[in-house]
């Protein structure tokens, strides 16, 4: 299965949702991608992709889709609070 590695996030204006992400492949290819927080739900539902967290050069850990109120969430670790969260990573604004 293809592995993504997901450098930096971008949340919507309540900062609850990730809206997109800038993920490299984990083949090495340091090009940045950017991947929407639809089309990550979709792949790991899907198992097609696995994304992991990637920070200070360092994989972290496994993104998982958390459901919560019949929302899907992405997150690192389970809990009952209805955001994404993926840890420490930085930030990104859209231009």
């Known amino acids: ?51 992991y967290t990637f920070h200070k050069g360092v994989r972290c850990a496994k993104v998982m889709v958390y459901k919560i109120n019949n929302e899907n969430y992405i997150k690192t670790m389970p809990n009952d609070k209805a955001e994404d969260n993926l840890g420490e990573l930085p930030e990104y604004r859209l231009n």
């Open 1 to 51: 299965m293809k592995s993504n590695l997901i450098v930096k996030v971008h949340y919507d204006e309540k900062r609850s949702r990730i809206v997109q992400c800038k993920c490299i492949e984990k083949t090495g290819d340091s090009n940045e991608q950017i991947i929407s927080r639809d089309q990550i739900i979709e792949a790991i539902e899907n198992q097609k992709v696995e994304y």
